[in-house]
């Protein structure tokens, strides 16, 4: 058995995609797939804020797509919002603050339709909760797990909206970020009585360390419920990626 590290990479079937959104943009992705399977869930990613660094390989939705499809069943699509950088590639357009990115998050979704992938979830981080909570709704997912939301963008009306709406809503909150807190996040989301604010000690904003990240990848997948929690530490070598 080898141990499951920051770098363990393991198999899945990995595709570059392309999305197209409706105001003319190509955005760069990767679909990630399990290796000898069909998914049970989908995770559609939404990266931290692309002007302070944040983009499709931030390092825990660039984890969730090397581990989740294998150990969960999850099918893991990330993609560069428009204007967006990473080694995969830029994406057409300019930053557009979290508005226009609605195009963005459709593009993701008609992709998701037209492959025929199964119980979408939005899975966002940062900037990219903000994304998911001001036009999630639009579109038919299962819910929205929220990593780090900073709820600087998305007003009182767009928070509101998730009261009697059916998707899931669950905020992973560190208990050091830098922007909102627990005490700040529950208070906020009172408007939303349904949602699951879960406060995970010593985090900080980043989820740096391989103890949060773990923690992250269980929450996920206890959420869409598509494999046990805890999560396997340790993996043959057949499941290691090529």
Do not use: C
């Amino acid at each position: 058995m080898k141990e499951i590290r920051s770098g363990t990479v393991l198999r899945a079937r990995r595709e570059n995609i392309e999305l197209h959104t409706e105001d003319g943009l190509a955005l760069v992705g990767e679909l990630a797939l399990p290796a000898d399977r069909e998914p049970r869930a989908t995770l559609v990613t939404l990266h931290p804020l692309p002007t302070a660094g944040g983009y499709m390989d931030s390092h825990v939705l660039r984890k969730a797509s090397w581990r989740l499809p294998e150990l969960a069943d999850l099918a893991v699509l990330r993609f560069n919002t428009r204007g967006t950088s990473s080694p995969r590639g830029t994406s057409d357009g300019v930053f557009g603050d979290g508005e226009a990115e609605r195009y963005d998050l459709a593009a993701a979704m008609r992709f998701v339709r037209e492959r025929g992938l199964p119980n979408p979830w939005l899975l966002g981080w940062s900037f990219g909760t903000e994304v998911a909570l001001k036009h999630g709704l639009a579109h038919p997912i299962r819910g929205a797990i929220l990593l780090s939301p900073p709820l600087r963008r998305t007003n009182d009306a767009e928070l509101a909206a998730w009261r009697d709406a059916s998707p899931e809503l669950i905020a992973l909150v560190p208990e050091h970020d830098d922007f909102l807190q627990p005490p700040e996040v529950r208070e906020r989301f009172a408007a939303v009585p349904r949602a699951r604010v879960i406060a995970v000690d010593e985090a900080k904003h980043l989820w740096v360390g391989e103890k949060h990240v773990r923690r992250v990848l269980d929450e996920i997948v206890y959420a869409v419920g598509t494999a046990e929690t805890s999560l396997p530490t340790a993996v043959s070598e057949d499941q290691l990626s090529g």
